[in-house]
């Protein structure tokens, strides 16, 4: 809260966004929300009315292509293997 009497404001935090670091993500939630708290808090709050915005009925399938790739980043040298999801774009 700040101002002085008779003209008081409520005023929000400020979302710092670090666009210039390597790690950063359009994507991310911490973009929009300066918590976990406040982004529940909003969910909580208008999640219901967002979601009647365009409702399904029916669940939504993608093709995709599961593959393994082997690596070898583990820290003691070890090779392992990863599932790899391809979104399949040209099915039809």
């Known amino acids: 809260m700040r101002g002085t009497k008779g ?24 973009n929009y929300f300066c918590s976990q708290g406040c982004q529940n808090d909003f969910w909580r ?17 993608t093709p995709i292509e599961v593959r393994e790739e082997t690596q070898v980043t583990r820290w003691d040298g070890h090779e392992y293997k990863t599932k790899v999801i391809d979104k399949l774009s040209n099915v039809g």
Do not use: C
């Open 45 to 61: 709050t208008h999640g219901n009315a967002i979601r009647q915005i365009a409702p399904r009925h029916e669940p939504l399938e």
């Open 7 to 30: 003209s008081k404001v409520l005023r929000t935090r400020k979302i710092k966004q670090d666009t210039e670091r390597e790690w950063y993500d359009v994507n991310h939630a911490s």
